[in-house]
Each structure stands twice: as C-alpha cells, then as structure tokens.
C-alpha cells in the first residue's frame, strides 16, 4: 500500500509539503507520479520521479512552483508545492510503477499505475 500525507488547507501563495510511503514493498524499483483529482474533473498528472531521481517531470500548471523528490533510506517520496493557487485544490494521490533500478523512466499517464494511496486533499483558499 501507498500512504499519502501532509494535505491541508492554506491560504493562496502558501506552501505544503505531501508525502508517499510504501508501506510493505520498497519504493526503489519503483517510478513514482502524483496525480491530482479536482471536483468535477478528470485526473490529471502534476509530477513524476524515476528510479534514477535526477529523471523527473512536471505537469506545465506546476512547473517551477512544485518539487518532486526521494529518499529511499525513508521509503518515501515527496511532493513540495509552493506559491500554490486556488486552482490546484484537488486531492493528490500518489501512484507506483515497476520501472527497474536505476531507470529514466516515467509514465505520466495514470492507465500506467496500478498501486495507488488513498488521496490527500490540498484545498488553498482565503
């Protein structure tokens, strides 16, 4: 299982910081991508990091604003949103993919997952 935290509700311009535990595998063979889901909307991919954690990608609506990173000594990867804005209040879950150690991989594409967490609701409002 995928275990998300750290949603919250902040105001517009303030910053979070979500995070993605494995509980009972080892996320280093794994590719991991944040995904977000706003009421009325279909899912969208935010963010994704490889095996290789210098391979990751970001949706253009967070690009320079969001941070993607691991630590595989915790079995968790993180998710810093900064500089956030209305827009982005959805719940964020995170998702595994099986890409193999040391890989460039990242599917961006949620069909390509199938280990997911529960969601964590990021709500920003004044």
């Known amino acids: 299982d995928l275990v998300e935290s750290g949603g919250d509700l902040v105001q517009p311009g303030g910053s979070l910081t979500l995070s993605c535990r494995a509980a009972?595998?080892?996320?280093?063979?794994?590719?991991i991508a944040w995904f977000r889901q706003a009421p009325g909307k279909e899912r969208e991919a935010v963010s994704c990091?490889?095996?290789?954690?210098?391979?990751?990608f970001y949706a253009d609506a967070v690009k320079g604003r969001f941070t993607i990173s691991r630590d595989n000594a915790k079995n968790t990867v993180y998710l810093n949103l900064a500089n956030l804005k209305p827009e982005a209040t959805a719940v964020y879950s995170c998702a595994a993919n099986p890409v193999g150690y040391s890989s460039t991989k990242c599917p961006f594409s949620h069909y390509q997952y199938d280990y997911w967490g529960q969601g964590t609701q990021v709500t920003i409002t004044s």
């Open positions: 990091i490889s095996t290789n954690p210098s391979s990751t």
């Open positions: 009972d595998f080892n996320l280093d063979y794994y590719a």
